[in-house]
């Protein structure tokens, strides 16, 4: 039981970690584009742009996602993403 209790507590530990780490990369991507469609931008950079110019690997992905389902972009598999109409 005690073993169990300092394996539970060990995981929880390292989740909430990540969880942190992960949610203000995520934040800094998801604020970066929010600012750029309210700048008036028609469409936003690629994921590896992103990934590259903000150093945040694999969050531009779901900030891309939470934006599109928003409703504030359109995301184009193989093309531009492009900014919808929102004003």
């Known amino acids: 039981p005690q ?3 300092a394996l539970t507590a060990l ?3 390292w989740y909430n ?3 942190d780490w992960y949610n203000q990369r995520f934040g800094r991507v998801y604020e970066h584009l929010r600012a750029e469609i309210l700048a008036g ?3 936003l950079p690629s994921e590896r ?3 590259e110019g903000l150093g945040a690997a694999g969050t531009p992905c779901g900030a891309l996602k939470r934006l599109q389902q928003s409703g ?3 995301i184009s598999h193989g093309g531009a ?3 919808r109409d929102w004003r």
Request: charged share 35%; glycine share 0%.
């Open 3 to 5: 073993f169990a209790r």
């Open 11 to 13: 995981r929880l530990n």
């Open 17 to 19: 970690q990540h969880r």
């Open 41 to 43: 931008a028609e469409t």
């Open 49 to 51: 742009r992103l990934s």
């Open 72 to 74: 504030l972009i359109r």
């Open 81 to 83: 993403t492009k900014v």
